[in-house]
């Protein structure tokens, strides 16, 4: 397989509406398709979606680094998640390209080999994984029937973004949606790092009586999640926080998560973020596999990954709301709450 040939077409994709987060708006994504061409002609396609705000490499970082791309593969199939990881390490500081670059490596050899990306890792596809939905900013006097026409939907998951100006306004949202969809829907929150640990000590207390699957990174740093975990009974779930695989081992050893929050395009692809879910749930941890807003063919990647962890918790992978039909058709649709694999 030796010498690649690289070729890569930037893109600038609007969202039909804007998704907002506590401190982040994303009305558009800008990134790369990327067409990896091996000497037998055979061809890979990956996506590097960076989004420095999420922890990525910068937009013109990716496009410099493409400009200058160079990479002899050498692939040892009977080791090849490490091999993989191996020929791609120049690029461990560029995790949205490297994830870009790992998917495409993965779609040539499956393609030369006629298998699929599973068997290619000695895995596979579970008969479906569960997809949770997403609620914004929404003004809390609609938030009850967003969550009743999402749950209407097949939704057994919702996860609520919080960290408004005025918390009241979060707890009214909500103790709305609670009241509007019952008690056995599972409800998530996400604060992205909004409070700080006198805050969050507070409000998560508040939260307690709404029966919170988890709250994700309510907190920006390592310390600040040890002071709040023990006094409060909403289980947390790491998501900024973990980059690497040492942010992972770290947050592991301090038992300052009993969740974590993993997205491919920030960690540099399927393979790592694999390293990292096994090494968790070695450790009694479990993982969620996360979008960053990727396109149709960044998404393929993520939904590999999530498929791939296997576990029985709903994945954020329903962003398809979010992006007008694309000349690709989704391969991975989301149906009632769920993304069936059958013979994929």
């Keep these: 397989m030796n010498n690649l040939e690289l070729t890569y077409v930037p893109y600038s994709t609007k969202l039909k509406k804007p998704f907002r987060a506590s401190g982040l708006i994303i009305t558009e994504r800008n990134g790369f398709i990327l067409f990896l061409k091996s000497e037998s002609k055979s061809i890979g396609i990956g996506e590097a979606a960076p989004l420095a705000e999420f922890g990525s490499e910068s937009y013109k970082e990716t496009e410099r680094a493409l400009e200058n791309f160079s990479l002899k ?24 390209l490297k994830c870009g670059l790992e998917l495409a490596i993965l779609k040539l050899i499956s393609n ?41 939907n097949g939704y057994g998951t919702l996860k609520i973004k919080v960290g408004r100006d005025d918390f009241e306004e979060d707890i009214k949202t909500i103790s709305e949606i609670r009241k509007t969809i019952g008690k056995d829907i599972k409800l998530r929150i996400d604060a992205n790092a909004k409070w700080n640990r006198d805050e969050a000590l507070q409000n998560l207390t508040s939260l307690e009586q709404f029966n919170i699957e988890y709250a994700e990174q309510p907190v920006k740093n390592l310390d600040d999640f040890l002071f709040i975990k023990d006094k409060i009974k909403i289980p947390l779930a790491a998501d900024e926080s973990i980059r690497t695989m040492k942010d992972a081992e770290e947050i592991v050893a301090k038992k300052a998560a009993q969740f974590l929050i993993l997205k491919p395009m920030m960690l540099g692809g ?5 390293k990292i879910a096994g090494f968790a749930k070695g ?28 576990n029985n918790l709903s994945h954020g992978l329903s962003t398809a ?24």
Aim: proline share 7%.
């Design 73 to 96: 593969l050498s692939i040892d199939f009977a080791n090849i998640e490490e091999s993989v990881e191996q020929n791609l390490k120049t690029y461990d500081m560029l995790p949205s």
């Design 112 to 152: 030369e080999k006629k298998t699929s990306i599973p068997a290619l890792l000695k895995r596979s596809y579970p008969e479906f994984i569960l997809v949770n939905a997403v609620i914004g900013f929404t003004p809390y006097n609609k938030a009850g029937e967003t969550a009743a026409e999402l749950v209407g």
């Design 270 to 274: 399927i393979i790592p973020t694999l």
């Design 283 to 310: 450790n009694g941890i479990e993982s969620v596999v996360t979008s960053s807003f990727e396109n149709i063919i960044g998404k393929i990647g993520v939904v590999n990954a999530a498929a791939l962890v296997n």
């Design 321 to 344: 709301d979010y992006f007008d039909e694309t000349d690709i058709p989704d391969p991975f649709p989301v149906s009632e709450g769920k993304i069936l694999f059958g013979s994929k």
